[in-house]
């Protein structure tokens, strides 16, 4: 086989196998909680990854947890899931929905105090996390509950999924972070990261929690 192919047919192998292995297993993630933007971006490929999402999700009768909005990514990704049958919750601080930004079409909407409320709540619904591109809402959602899983708090997977390389200078943020000795490693590992929903899937799937009292007794005792 000419050398050239060989990426190409390593691709369609892994895609074929990736589809495989999800047509009949009866998957642990039955939950997912997304993260992503009220604007639609600049490149369609952001639009068409939530439209991707969501069909995979109603196909393997995963419910959506979400912000809650009408707008962007996160409207697309709700309408798309609905369209189709899917389960849709979502959850909206009540000053947002006095903005008239609220999707008024979900299966369920839980109207919270605040932003803080808001993000307990999703966590607690949800048996994973995945953030599409967005900004700082989604950044934020994005990094309390990495946080909260490095400190033990909660212990669910967490995923990029990085579309036509929106997270690229983060993820280089983050690896810098690990050179300076700012984040360690195995906490840089606790954000699983890729271009392909179905191969992202399985990596939360097959997800490891790392153990907080080990590292934060060996932080204290200087260890690290």
Not at 180 to 194: A, G, S
């Amino acid at each position: 086989m000419n050398d050239e192919f060989v990426p190409i047919v390593r691709r369609i192998l892994i895609n074929f196998e990736s589809r495989f292995r999800y047509k009949n297993k009866e998957l642990m993630i039955r939950t997912l909680c997304v993260f992503c933007g009220s604007s639609m971006g600049k490149k369609m490929a952001y639009a068409d990854g939530a439209i991707k999402l969501a069909e995979f999700l109603v196909q393997h009768k995963i419910s959506l947890v979400y912000g809650g909005a009408n707008v962007g990514l996160m409207m697309v990704l709700a309408d798309t899931m609905l369209a189709a049958g899917g389960k849709v919750i979502g959850v909206m601080p009540k000053s947002l929905v006095q903005r008239e930004v609220a999707h008024t079409s979900l299966t369920e909407m839980h109207i919270v105090e605040g932003m803080q409320e808001r993000k307990a709540l999703m966590a607690d619904l949800s048996d994973a996390f995945v953030a599409l591109p967005g900004a700082y809402g989604t950044l934020d959602e994005l990094f309390e509950v990495l946080t909260w899983n490095q400190l033990g708090i909660i212990n669910k997977p967490i995923g990029l999924l990085n579309l036509d390389g929106f997270f690229e200078p983060l993820l280089q943020m983050l690896d810098h972070a690990v050179e300076e000795k700012f984040l360690r490693p195995e906490h840089r590992n606790l954000l699983v990261t890729d271009d392909d929903f179905e191969r992202l899937f399985h990596k939360l799937e097959t997800y490891q929690p790392v153990t907080a009292e080990k590292w934060i007794e060996r932080l204290k005792a200087g260890s690290i």
